[in-house]
Each structure stands twice: as C-alpha cells, then as structure tokens.
C-alpha cells in the first residue's frame, strides 16, 4: 500500500535560518507531488506542485522553493526563514489527475 | 488560474441538525471536486468527492451535489453527532494541469450536544 512520510513533526527555527522539509512517498511511481501551507485558523494554501522530477510549478511568489530530486521525493526549502513563515506545512501526493490527494502529518513550523 | 470560495467560514448546529456547506468555483474547466475533513492538529481526509459528470453523490449521512452550470457545488451532512465537529475543506481540480487541488478556506463546524 502507498504510504507518505513527512519530517519532522514540529519544527522552531529562528528568523534568518534555513529550511528544510523532507517529503517521500512508498508505494507508487510518479505521483502528483504537492506542497500546502495552513497558517492558523485559515485554509489549504497551495505553494508547489510536481509532475515530475525537476518539474516544479510555484503557485505563490515567495522566500520558499520546492526541489524534486527523486520519482517520490519533495523538498520544500528556505533560504532566510521570515516570521511570517510559520504555519502548518502539509504535503501530499496523488497517483493520476483528478483523483484523491492524500496528505502527509505535516510539520508545524514556527519562526521565532 | 482555478479559484474556490467556501461558506459559511463558521457554522455551528444542533446534534440531530443538518449542516451545509457551499463552495464555488471559477475554472468552467475542473472536473473533480472533493470534500476533506480535518480534525484539530490532524491531517485532512477525504470524506466524498464528485466527478463533473455526476450530480449528485451520498455516502451514508453525507452527501455532495453539483451545479455545472452554476459552478458550485455542497456538501451535506445530515443527523450532525458532535464527532463531524471539525475543519472541512472543498476543493477543485482540473486534470488538465497536472492535479493542481485549490481549495476553499475552510468551514469550521461545530456540533453542539
């Protein structure tokens, strides 16, 4: 069965640090890969998706970027976190267009 | 690109009640519409979803129904227990684009027992 590991759970990092999210998915070959961002209180924001490997399509202009290096690998990546970074980071995948996209624990990231 | 508009943002009823959520959307071109569930501090789940050549779907006490033509589209929950106490999302997907999901912001419902 297809399974999605998201990592880590929670996360505080300080204003100007880098980032990393690590995103994999077991099971499948060559899922519709996605990034979302949940600030508090507020809905589903969509940040990147993934076709493909080294396909990356940047939904909101921003300080994050996304890498695909592996078939069910996604990375979500900062170079200088700003506070206005923290939210709950959820990525998913889906097997084929138009079907159900299943979601990762996501990680709470909190910018201090 | 597609934009999806959910409401009420809040919505609070009685056990036993009914709640009905309503999303929109702008792409005449999407075709698959699904209904997620989150619960506090969880990741959101699939709970129905509808394909544009459907009009209506049920699943036990809930239910989805779609207006192509209006392009929008609800979800139903009848005889409310407080466990449907939760965040549920509506999105909207166009094939075409590589499953690009866009939901709406999200309905906070609340069962009062």
């Known amino acids: 069965s297809q399974t999605i590991h998201q990592w880590p759970a929670t996360l505080v990092q300080p204003v100007g640090s880098p980032l990393s999210l690590e995103c994999t998915v077991e099971?499948?070959?060559?899922?519709?890969l996605y990034w979302y961002r949940q600030a508090a209180g507020r809905g589903l924001q969509l940040l990147f998706y993934s076709v493909g490997i080294g396909q990356i399509s940047s939904e909101v202009p921003q300080n994050l970027s996304a890498s695909r290096p592996q078939d069910r690998q996604f990375i979500l990546s900062s170079k200088k976190l700003l506070l206005s970074d923290s939210g709950f980071y959820l990525c998913a995948w889906s097997v084929t267009p138009g079907t159900e996209a299943f979601f990762g624990q996501g990680t709470r990231l909190t910018v201090v | 690109g597609e934009n999806v508009e959910q409401h009420p943002s809040t919505l609070s009823v009685q056990e036993g009640d009914s709640a009905v959520i309503k999303c929109t959307y702008s792409d005449s071109a999407s075709n698959y519409f699904p209904w997620y569930k989150q619960e506090l501090g969880k990741r959101p789940q699939l709970i129905i979803d509808i394909r544009s050549n459907v009009g209506e779907k049920k699943d036990q006490r809930i239910a989805v129904t779609l207006n192509k033509t209006a392009k929008h589209f609800s979800l139903h929950i009848t005889e409310t227990q407080p466990e449907d106490s939760a965040v549920y999302f509506c999105a909207a997907s166009n094939g075409e684009y590589g499953n690009k999901l866009v939901f709406g912001a999200g309905t906070i419902l609340r069962v009062k027992s």
């Open positions: 099971g499948t070959s060559n899922p519709n």
